[in-house]
């Protein structure tokens, strides 16, 4: 008696991993110790899987008096010490030219002012399409007044067609109860769309 065979069904190719758009990423607070031991090492080692976009530029942004290659030297060591993979050299070279800094203080209107001319600059020099993601790695009490220096200077955009996107990421918890929570979402969502948050 002969068994049935069962056809064999052939499984599809995996996608291959959406790459980014090119975009600047802007972090507040990049001086801090975030960025340092998570920010920058995750970004590094998506650069070793391949999965950062050949055009990028990495903005840090804190009260720290820093110059770019002083932040380099700082997020380096972050990198060397809680990077999941190895520092490799060659590696390195190629991502820290796409670093930069820019000290400045969040209540500040001049922050904005230079960081608006400082990202345009660095927009230029790299050919970036002004796709702009905005990481806050502060404090919530100071997410409002920095979506507002953001629109104010002119670094937002709201969805369109046509428009380079401009999103921001908040980190958890937002505020410290329910009532707090709500001002900040109302002062984030002046600014942004909710699919941008």
Excluded at 11 to 38: K, N
Excluded at 103 to 117: E, R, V
Excluded at 166 to 171: G, L, M, S, T
Aim: with cysteine; proline share 10%; aromatic share 8%.
């Amino acid at each position: 008696m002969s068994v049935p065979t069962r056809p064999v069904e052939i499984q599809p190719e995996p996608e291959p991993p959406t790459l980014v758009q090119p975009c600047t990423l802007v972090i507040f607070g990049g001086s801090g110790d975030l960025a340092r031991r998570r920010l920058i090492p995750a970004l590094y080692n998506l650069l070793l899987d391949g999965l950062l976009p050949a055009n990028y530029a990495v903005i840090g942004l804190g009260r720290k008096s820093m110059t770019d290659e002083e932040f380099r030297d700082v997020v380096r060591e972050g990198v060397k010490t809680h990077s999941r993979q190895e520092l490799i050299q060659e590696k390195w070279g190629e991502f820290e030219r796409h670093l930069f800094y820019l000290p400045g203080d969040n209540d500040d209107p001049q922050t904005y002012a230079a960081l608006k001319a400082r990202t345009e600059k660095i927009e230029r020099t790299f050919q970036l399409p002004g796709n702009r993601i905005f990481y806050l790695s502060i404090p919530p009490s100071s997410f409002t007044p920095v979506c507002e220096g953001l629109a104010k200077a002119g670094l937002t955009s709201r969805p369109g067609p046509d428009v380079p996107y401009a999103r921001i990421i908040v980190e958890k918890p937002v505020g410290r109860d329910l009532a707090s929570a709500r001002q900040i979402n109302a002062g984030t969502g002046q600014v942004f769309d909710e699919s941008q948050i």
